[in-house]
């Protein structure tokens, strides 16, 4: 038995066991009203109870049920081959460590949304000391949810109360990053209850120059690489000479 703490500091003892078929009326009540995350769209509870490799749940000492896992040694079935999705993740990921003796795909994880955080620490734990060869827990999902230019007024109140940032610039200036997105420029948002409560905004077109007159990077070099700086240095000692 371990303690866990929610974020307001409400505590519950609890205990990570095996799922048994009888979890399943529990854990269809938590997708409904707790916080899930599941890699396939709809869910038959019943049916990952059945198939899992490994399937766990975390319940207090009532009994109730907190938290719930479930572990296939694939991803879900409509997004990639079953028996070539060690290929797929190499070619999409750095996962070349990632094989089927040591990778588990988490399926479905679900848990009642005030120690949504606590619990799946405490099922991960779990989890590796249950399979001593596991080594990486991969989530691949089918499911891609698109952009909402709408998240606008989210993300810049949100941005207004965390950072000063904004100050001066012009009042379309998300809107405009997130619908200026392509393959060198992506956005991503982070929801919580259906609203935004966080954001990224990533870019492989970098203006060096303006990087090196606003910021200090005496630590990364410049951003150079370190054969090009150390050319550098060699030719000005030539110089010198």
Request: charged residues 25%.
């Amino acid at each position: 038995m371990r303690i866990i703490t929610s974020p307001s500091g409400q505590e519950q003892t609890v205990a990570v066991r095996r799922s048994e078929s009888a979890d399943a009326q529990a854990i269809d009540s938590l997708i409904i009203t707790g916080s899930a995350t599941a890699a396939e769209g709809r869910v038959n509870v019943i049916h990952l109870l059945e198939k899992a490799n490994l399937a766990l749940t975390l319940s207090n000492e009532r009994d109730d049920i907190l938290a719930h896992a479930s572990f296939f040694d694939h991803p879900v079935g409509g997004l990639v081959d079953q028996a070539r999705w060690e290929t797929f993740l190499q070619k999409h990921f750095r996962a070349e460590e990632c094989t089927p003796l040591n990778t588990l795909f988490l399926h479905l994880f679900v848990a009642e949304p005030n120690f949504a955080a606590a619990s799946v620490k405490e099922i991960m734990r779990a989890a590796f000391n249950a399979v001593v060869e596991l080594e990486h827990v991969c989530l691949l999902s089918p499911n891609v949810a698109c952009f909402r230019v709408e998240d606008t007024d989210d993300i810049l109140q949100l941005v207004s109360e965390q950072t000063k940032l904004l100050s001066g610039h012009r009042p379309y200036f998300l809107s405009e990053l997130i619908e200026s997105q392509s393959q060198e420029s992506h956005a991503a948002v982070c929801e919580s209850d259906g609203a935004a409560v966080g954001f990224i905004s990533v870019t492989s077109d970098v203006d060096l120059k303006q990087l090196q007159e606003n910021f200090d990077l005496s630590e990364f070099d410049g951003l150079y690489k370190r054969t090009k700086t150390t050319k550098k240095k060699k030719n000005r000692e030539t110089q010198s000479r």
